[in-house]
């Protein structure tokens, strides 16, 4: 257990059995995160410059990002107390606005930039989402004692966001955040109504069913369901008072609690599934979110079990440094959970789960005794037909398993060659105790094809004389009759690649120019390939020793330190360079996450 750099409130097991926490440590948390990151603040309060590498954005917009992902902290925290300020939070960031938008866009130590297409400058969208939510829920403190001129100034910086083209996915809920911000305190007009209706359409055309979103057209299904796709229009409706917006999306997000709360493992962690997981403990915010509109399927005891459970999980295993601050990574420091946008103030998009605070401290979110977390229950297995995902709990353990036939990070009008799969979304499988392997490293947990030696691309490329890489499970590679079951070798024995000892599925693709028959038949659902171009494996992995691994759950290679594992090249059996590439650990194990790692970060 890594200590705090702030001091908690004494635990409390007679209401908390199973995580001793109660709302006093939520605000004790709240407030030592602020306070560590209000020592990095610019003079005029305009900009929260953390340490760290800078993103691809620029260090002005890590500036606005530290500033406006901790104001929804402060927020929540201000809000939830029903305006009780002990630490002055709100006149800081009151002044901070005022400076950011005096002369916004200059070049200079305090104006904020401006908001831009996702495609010039687009990370200030994203932040102006959380500026406008936080003056929503404070408005009678912050807002409301602003001089009309700053006002007047602070609309003009946020209507960049109605005014610019976002990402085609979750960032369409950041005007709509605008928006609703701007028609509460009475500056609605025809443009903030359009940049609601348009995500709200948005919204109809994402939904999958089953209280699930595809984060775009493609079929990216992750984290971002919980802490933007519901959270954004729940919260919405619960401030607003809207009972329609209220009706169908708390609905939604009820349903899609049925199975989320399920992917909590018994230690508290959330699956290790999908892009920016260094957002670590937002995870929590969707169970939050429906503990305080009441839109939810689960008991307030069990809602408290899980987001007490996910925030101390990872308060205890290293998320905080030091300095109090939050660092880029899942437990500590972790590169291969970082994305190409994380910067150093990028964490506090955990900020989300401090949503929970809305809840005053005589909710029975609250107030309820501590309640088992369904993975603490009973063993159980949920197939979720919509986004292509199995669920599997294990009490004796405390792991969750997800088995994924449908998620992947591919856009629809993009391909994708197998060579360089997302990790977080490619592979077979995930946990709640383990990650998948880095993309650095050899792919594990995963199929893929090789023809003539190159890996097929996602979509036809004749140009390139490669076929489609056919999608896993649904429909897909595995549903065919001679892959059910998880071994098999269409090729014919395999030599030193294959190993039918107890361990995870792995497979692996060779170029095999002397084997004179084809592998699959026309018409038997694994395309028509000539003789020689390539063929298909199957085949199990060997369980490893590796240097001080250890057998975890399913038989999972388990490190003790953090990181993909170290790999080594096997030869063919047929001669072949190209054989499987076999790392210490596998499955859905890959880098364990429990230990001495640190590090990462994504938007």
């Known amino acids: 257990m890594s200590p705090l750099p702030f001091p908690l409130p004494s635990e409390d097991r007679a209401t908390s059995p199973h995580t001793g926490w109660t709302r006093a440590h939520w605000e004790a948390t709240a407030d030592g995160l602020l306070d560590a990151a209000w020592k990095w603040s610019t003079p005029g ?47 800081r960031y009151a002044d901070g ?43 009678p403190w912050l807002w409301d004692r602003l001089d009309g001129a700053t006002q007047d100034r602070a609309e ?33 007009d025809a443009e903030t109504a359009r940049a609601r209706q348009r995500a709200l359409d948005l919204l109809e055309v994402w939904y999958r069913g089953e209280g699930w979103y595809a984060d775009g057209d493609g079929r990216a299904f992750d984290h971002y369901n919980g802490w933007a796709l519901h959270l954004y229009p729940v919260l919405d409706a619960y401030l607003s008072g809207d009972a329609e917006l209220s009706a169908l999306h708390g609905a939604r997000l009820s ?17 290790h599934f999908g892009r920016s997981l260094t957002y670590r403990f937002a995870a929590g915010a969707a169970v939050g979110m429906g503990a305080v509109s009441g839109h939810t399927p689960l008991a307030p005891g069990v809602s408290r079990r899980l987001v007490s459970g996910s925030l101390r999980y990872f ?43 809305l809840a005053p401290a005589e909710h029975p979110l609250w107030t309820a005794r501590e309640e088992p977390a369904p993975s603490e229950g009973p063993d159980r297995v949920l197939s979720l037909p919509s986004p292509g995902l199995l669920v599997q709990s294990t009490r004796a353990d405390g792991v969750v398993r997800l088995h994924n ?59 390139a004389g490669r076929g489609t890489r056919r999608r896993l499970g649904l ?55 000539p003789a020689g171009r390539g063929r298909l494996r199957v085949v ?7 240097a001080g691994g250890r057998t975890g759950p399913a038989g999972h290679r388990v490190h003790p330190v953090g990181g993909a594992a170290p790999a080594r090249r096997r030869r063919g059996g047929d001669g072949t360079p190209g054989g499987a590439r076999v790392a210490d650990g596998g499955g859905g194990s890959g880098a364990a996450l429990h230990g001495g790692e640190r590090g990462e970060r994504g938007r």
């Open 45 to 91: 309060r305009a900009l929260l410059d953390l340490p760290g590498r800078p993103s691809r954005s620029g260090v002005r917009s890590d500036g606005l990002e530290g500033y406006a992902r901790t104001f929804l902290t402060a927020a929540f925290r201000v809000a939830g107390a029903k305006g009780e300020d002990p630490h002055n939070w709100l006149e």
């Open 97 to 139: 606005l005022t400076a950011g938008t005096r002369t916004a866009g200059r070049d200079d130590a305090e104006s904020w930039p401006l908001i831009l297409d996702h495609t010039v400058f687009g990370q200030p969208m994203v932040e102006s989402a959380s500026v406008a939510i936080g003056l929503r829920l404070t408005r």
């Open 156 to 188: 003009a910086w946020l209507r960049g966001a109605l005014r610019h083209t976002p990402a085609p996915n979750n960032w369409y809920l950041f005007p709509f955040s605008v928006a609703g911000f701007l028609e509460s305190v009475g500056r609605g």
């Open 255 to 271: 349903e899609h609690l049925e199975s989320f709360s399920l992917m909590f493992g018994a230690d508290g962690a959330p699956m």
């Open 315 to 357: 308060l205890e295993r290293g998320a905080v440094g030091e300095d109090g601050l939050l660092g880029l990574g899942w437990h500590g420091p972790h590169d291969a959970t970082l994305q190409v946008y994380s910067g150093p103030s990028s964490p506090y998009w955990a900020s989300k789960a401090f949503v929970a605070l």
């Open 405 to 463: 036939h449908g998620s992947d990070h591919v856009r629809p009008h993009e391909g994708e060659t197998a060579d360089v799969a997302d990790p977080l979304y490619a592979r077979l499988a995930y946990s709640t105790a383990t990650g998948p392997t880095a993309s650095a490293n050899t792919a594990d947990n995963h199929l893929s094809v090789r023809v003539g030696g190159l890996p097929e691309q996602q979509g036809p490329d004749p140009s």
């Open 475 to 529: 429909g897909g590679v595995l549903a065919h009759p001679r892959l059910r079951g998880g071994t098999a070798d269409l090729a014919g024995p395999a030599g030193g690649e294959r190993d039918r000892r107890p361990g995870t599925v792995r497979t692996a693709c060779a170029p095999d120019p002397g084997r004179a028959r084809r592998v699959p038949r026309r018409g038997d659902g694994l395309g028509d390939r």
């Open 540 to 546: 199990r992995a060997a369980r490893l020793g590796g």
